[in-house]
């Protein structure tokens, strides 16, 4: 058998939905839609967060950071799905794929070491208010985001590397929106029993290790709440605690049932959706379920709006 992968010029075709032209041309609209609001949500929460100096604490550094990183992920992969839903040829190159692919992982992996920190910070708010500020001090929370970051570097550069040395006997078709681990996997013409290995093992550092984390810090919340009496207090945890976790149940949701069941239990159909949803979905929603459910952030808004208006009038 010939495991030559060909010329690393060569570029892949991604299939989508290609045989449901109908399907595509309604999916274009919807990535669209919600490629518009991913922009105009996490930006607002950026400069809202760096702007107000009522949201500068830990809570919002990480926020904006999640933005920060959701925009990049929606930007790696967006904007060549929507060229190829809307024309006719469906190719990218070799080099975008691996972009592509590079990122997916990278920000994907940084995303679930972040939403972890962010627990701790909830469970360090609600549960130690009184030392609150000396616990999550400025240099912790910038050591734990990089090294939010530099986790999700270090598994995409080892995914990458054993992924793509994988031969694939010629085979150019990506049965996929874009250049993500399963469908390049199921590309090869070999079986490779190291990466179901690494991809595993990755999985329980990045997926189970963080979501434990997260449960036991929102265990601990939890205790915490019902011993609070101020209505005002424990409607404001919920705000805040209560965004976190549903941000948190949508993204592990999806990637723990996408990721951490054998690859060939999945039907390409369903993996398409579901690399859909946690691609397209949850960076849009994820500044909307903190805008509408948390009061700070609204109110920040509101005031950064009469600040511009009256900077414009003056």
Known sequence: MDTNNGSFTTDFI?????????LERVISGVV??????????????????????????PMYFFLSNLSFLDLCYANSIIPQMLVNLWGLTKSITYAGCVLQFFFALDLGATECLLLA??????????????HYTVIMHPQLCQKMVLTAWLGGLGSAL?????????????????DN????????VKMACVYSKVIEITVFALG????????????????????????????????????????????????YGTIIYMYMRPQNSTSQDEGKFLSLFYTIITPTLNPLIYTLRNKDVKSAVKRTLCVEKRSAKS
């Open 158 to 174: 080892t995914v990458c590397s054993l992924t793509l040395k994988l031969p694939r006997c010629g085979h150019r078709e990506v």
């Open 14 to 22: 991604l299939l989508g939905f290609s045989d449901r032209p109908q």
């Open 32 to 57: 669209f839609i919600f490629y518009v609001v991913t922009l105009v949500g996490n930006t607002t929460i950026i400069l809202v967060s760096y702007l107000d100096t009522q949201l500068h604490t």
């Open 204 to 251: 329980v550092i990045f997926l189970l290790a963080p979501i434990s984390l997260i449960l036991i810090s929102y265990g601990v919340i939890t205790q915490a709440v019902m011993r609070i009496k101020s209505k005002a207090r424990w409607s404001k945890v919920l705000n805040t605690c209560g965004s976190h976790l549903t941000v948190v149940t949508l993204f």
């Open 117 to 130: 920190v962010m627990a701790y910070d909830r469970y360090a708010a609600v549960c130690q208010p009184l």
């Open 177 to 184: 929106f874009f250049c993500e681990m399963p469908a390049l």
